[in-house]
């Protein structure tokens, strides 16, 4: 009998020592599966900053984005008012300017056409129409240079 007892004891040894590597297999497991969990936590949270930083960076770009269109579109406003101005003077200088000597030269040409001048009166009617050219030359070279400045003025603005 004792050695039946003996015999148990010995096999219940044995599965509880089988039972214990199981278990100290499993709480090896275990230990390293907490270890890979808080790993992947840390991960989680550093992740989690990274897209907090990265929306706080993404808002503050599109607020600069905003400003800097609202700033292109008053830029774009005054750039039209300016061109709108210029328009007006161009305008200005055509009906004004322009049409004086040009109608002085139509004027002074049907004068020419006129068969009872003398020699003498036809010089000075030539003269007067040299006068009137060279001052439509000069407002043409005038509203030319003004074109180019509102050109120069308005790719400089642009840009």
């Known amino acids: 009998m004792k050695n039946k007892k ?18 100290m297999d499993y709480n090896n497991e275990s230990e390293d599966s907490v270890l890979t969990k808080r790993k992947l936590v840390v991960e989680i949270n550093t992740l989690k900053k ?4 990265l929306q706080i960076e993404k808002e503050d ?11 292109l579109k008053r830029s774009q406003k005054n750039l039209n008012k300016d061109f709108h101005k210029g328009l007006e ?12 000597p040009l109608t002085n030269i139509l004027g002074l040409a049907n004068l ?3 068969v009872d001048n ?3 009166e036809n010089l000075a009617y030539i003269e007067l129409l040299k006068a009137s050219a060279k001052d439509l ?14 050109n120069h003025k ?6």
């Open 6 to 23: 003996e015999n148990n004891s010995f096999n219940c040894y044995l599965s509880n020592a089988k039972s214990y590597g199981q278990l």
């Open 50 to 53: 990274s897209l907090s930083d």
């Open 61 to 71: 770009l599109n607020m600069q984005l905003l400003q800097q269109f609202k700033e």
């Open 89 to 100: 003077e161009m305008m200005f200088i055509l009906s004004h300017k322009v049409r004086l």
């Open 112 to 114: 020419l056409t006129n």
């Open 118 to 120: 003398s020699n003498d």
């Open 137 to 150: 030359d000069n407002i043409t070279k005038e509203l030319g240079s003004f074109i180019y400045e509102l």
């Open 154 to 159: 308005k790719e400089t603005t642009s840009k």
